[in-house]
């Protein structure tokens, strides 16, 4: 895949479960460079709407070709925080279909000084938006100890959690942290050689970007606010890349399709439209390595 390039994942299939209406009004949660938005609008006419947000100002700079166009509207925002980014208006008369493509984009990943990876060497940033918050270097500079760990461990499933946190703090004792090749030396150094393929590093630098952008709490704060906007027969799609996240989009979707209990106002129903996630096709993992992880999860209102 060329550096920079960013292909959509799970397109075909989630264009499928959005069963797109020529005038319905639809919302991308993570526009990212736009392949899902772009097939989206290809397939709206006149008076269909596309909503599309990212929280990378990046990302939505990529998207301006598509703001002459009067049935878009892209903006800069967390997802969670939609509703007041659009305008409370402009939902009112409900979504017919949501999607959440959550984690990072290639662009984020291929780009040194955005800090994502350690294939790159750059600055040890991982902010989603790089001109809000702290970046990973800065939390790591004040972080205790137990606090490291914790996150390693909840976020990143790390086993060597201990060992890691324990060299870290040792080590910007004498000197700071502040590039992506100087912590994954530091990780590799700390982590037992166990002989597994994937760099000693992949699960730390997973968890500190979880907890830089607050990725797991803006999820859990976005589904309800998200399901909530959806119109009767509108369908909500997520994609979530490791565990972490398909847990949280697994289980609010579940408890979404139940019946309320007795004596409750019974409110909007939901159902499950996968009960198991969706997958990509061998075909597209081959093509693109980053899809491997992906799954797809669909709740629907009822009509």
């Known amino acids: 895949m060329e550096t920079g390039a960013h292909i959509p994942v799970l397109l075909d299939e989630v264009l499928e479960q959005l069963a797109i209406r020529p005038g319905g009004s639809y919302l991308d949660c993570t526009f990212g460079r736009g392949g899902h938005s772009r097939e989206i609008l290809r397939r709206l006419g006149p008076t269909g709407r596309l909503l599309a947000c990212d929280r990378d100002a990046t990302a939505v700079a990529a998207g301006a070709d598509l703001q002459a166009d009067p049935r878009v509207t892209l903006v800069q925002a967390r997802f969670s925080t939609i509703t007041s980014a659009l305008g409370a208006e402009r939902l009112q008369a409900g979504l017919d279909g949501v999607l959440l493509d959550l984690g990072v984009s290639s662009p984020q990943f291929d780009e040194a000084q955005r800090g994502f990876s350690f294939q790159h060497d750059g600055p040890l940033d991982m902010r989603m938006d790089p001109d809000s918050g702290e970046s990973v270097a800065d939390w790591l500079a004040h972080a205790e100890q137990h606090e490291i760990e914790r996150c390693l461990r909840d976020y990143g499933e790390e086993r060597h959690a201990r060992r890691i946190a324990r060299r870290l703090c040792d080590t910007r004792m004498r000197e700071p942290l502040r590039t992506t090749a100087q912590l994954a030396a530091v990780i590799a150094g700390a982590v037992p050689r166990s002989g597994e393929r994937i760099h000693p590093a992949t699960r730390s630098f997973q968890a500190l970007r979880i907890q830089i952008n607050d990725e797991l709490g803006e999820l859990e704060r976005a589904l309800p606010v998200l399901r909530d906007a959806l119109a009767p027969a509108g369908r909500l799609c997520a994609i979530a890349f490791h ?61």
């Open 243 to 303: 565990s972490l996240e398909d847990r949280i989009v697994k289980r609010y979707f579940r408890d979404s399709a139940r019946a309320p209990e007795f004596g409750q106002a019974p409110g909007p129903q939901f159902a499950l439209v996968t009960r198991k996630p969706i997958y990509p096709a061998e075909a597209e993992c081959a093509a693109n390595p980053r899809a491997r992880s992906a799954r797809l999860r669909v709740l629907e209102r009822a009509a």
